[in-house]
């Protein structure tokens, strides 16, 4: 069994920027981050295989978010520059422990999620 805990969500304005972390209990493989703003489906974020050495992006955040991870303290991070209001969204850590490349489809575990809200 698999549990997550996000945390690092805020209020930033846009152009600003914000870290979340999540934390693992448990041994995981693939994981990603996923989030879902008000009245919308939750959508892929970004994406990072077991080792940390290749990771995957959803093209509305390339180039402006970073996804990593530090095994010895099982734990991944999403840093995220040059945010934009329509990042406002409840971002979800996700973890499976089979899949051992980035995840772009959720794995099993999902954490509680964090709150970003970007203002204009």
């Known amino acids: 069994q698999v549990q997550l805990v996000e945390s690092g969500g805020g209020l930033v304005q846009a152009g600003g920027s914000l870290r979340l972390s999540c934390a693992a209990s448990g041994r995981t493989f693939g994981m990603g981050w996923f989030r879902q703003a008000p009245g919308k489906e939750r959508e892929f974020v970004a994406g990072i295989n077991w080792s940390g050495g290749s990771t995957t992006y959803a093209d509305s955040v390339k180039g402006r978010f970073s996804i990593s991870r530090d095994n010895a303290k099982n734990m991944v991070f999403l840093q995220m520059n040059s945010l934009k209001p329509e990042d406002t969204a409840v971002y979800y850590c996700?973890?499976?422990?089979?899949?051992?490349?980035?995840?772009?489809?959720?794995?099993?575990?999902w954490g509680q999620g964090t709150q970003v809200t970007v203002s204009s």
């Open positions: 996700n973890a499976d422990t089979r899949t051992l490349q980035p995840l772009r489809v959720p794995g099993d575990y």
